[in-house]
């Protein structure tokens, strides 16, 4: 693993099931973030986590929730998904609040 | 409410020179960042402004105005693997990234 790494890449997914995006960086960072991105819209923050063992909501933290057992992975969970979550996926990491954050390759999610 | 405005799009000629424009209004200011990126792929870092003034990378260049909540990217000699989608975001208060919606460059031969 170098860097930041997503799965799955792509997925569809049937309404109304249970879904977790993984993600894993080895650069021990301590940030690390959940984005969403649409269409004409920015990235938009869902969740994100300071340090291992804490998170905190983003702007649009409605129907995901995170966990952060540990410095290098940040899943993210839909508990049941609805179309209005089709979307690109981006988790992100960051040495602290003050540096520049790096993202993984992205999970495109498709619920049907 | 914050709020990041960039050009939605912008065309330009291969070897010229543009600037793309990036203004905010946060809660607080700590730090602005251009990202670019290309079509289906993730974000990445160009550049990084605290302090008003001139940041020079190479052939991308970026400036902020903290008084004015005004910055711009300028990309020179312009390659066609420059055609891609850059990103402004502002570090805000709690240290969180506000992300414009980006301004998709196209660099026409």
């Known amino acids: 693993i170098a860097g930041i790494t997503q799965a799955p890449t792509s997925q569809i997914l049937a309404a109304g099931r249970r879904m977790t995006l993984r993600c894993t960086q080895d650069?021990?960072?301590?940030?690390m973030y959940w984005y969403r991105q649409d269409l004409g819209l920015g990235l938009r923050l869902i969740h994100y986590?300071?340090?291992?063992?804490?998170?905190g909501k983003g702007e649009v933290p409605d129907g995901y929730s995170v966990s952060r057992a540990n410095t290098d992975d940040f899943p993210l969970t839909l508990a049941s998904a609805v179309p209005s979550q089709t979307s690109v996926y981006f988790c992100?990491?960051?040495?602290?609040?003050?540096?520049?954050?790096?993202f993984g390759q992205g999970t495109r999610l498709t619920v049907v | 409410g914050q709020n990041i405005d960039q050009p939605t799009e912008m065309t330009a000629t291969e070897g010229a020179i543009v600037q793309i424009n990036c203004t905010y209004q946060?809660?607080?200011?700590?730090?602005l960042f251009w990202y670019q990126q290309h079509a289906g792929e993730a974000p990445t870092f160009l550049s990084y402004?605290?302090l008003d003034g001139l940041e020079e990378k190479g052939r991308f260049s970026s400036f902020l105005s903290r008084s004015k909540g005004y910055s711009y990217l300028l990309l020179k000699e312009l390659q066609m693997k420059d055609s891609a989608s850059y990103l402004c975001?502002?570090?805000?208060?709690?240290?969180?990234?506000?992300w414009g919606a980006g301004t998709k460059l196209i660099i026409k031969p």
């Open positions: 975001a502002v570090r805000d208060s709690n240290y969180q990234l506000i």
């Open positions: 946060t809660s607080g200011f700590n730090g």
């Open positions: 992100a990491s960051s040495d602290s609040g003050h540096t520049e954050a790096f």
């Open positions: 650069m021990r960072h301590n940030a």
């Open positions: 986590s300071n340090t291992a063992g804490t998170t």
């Open positions: 402004n605290v």
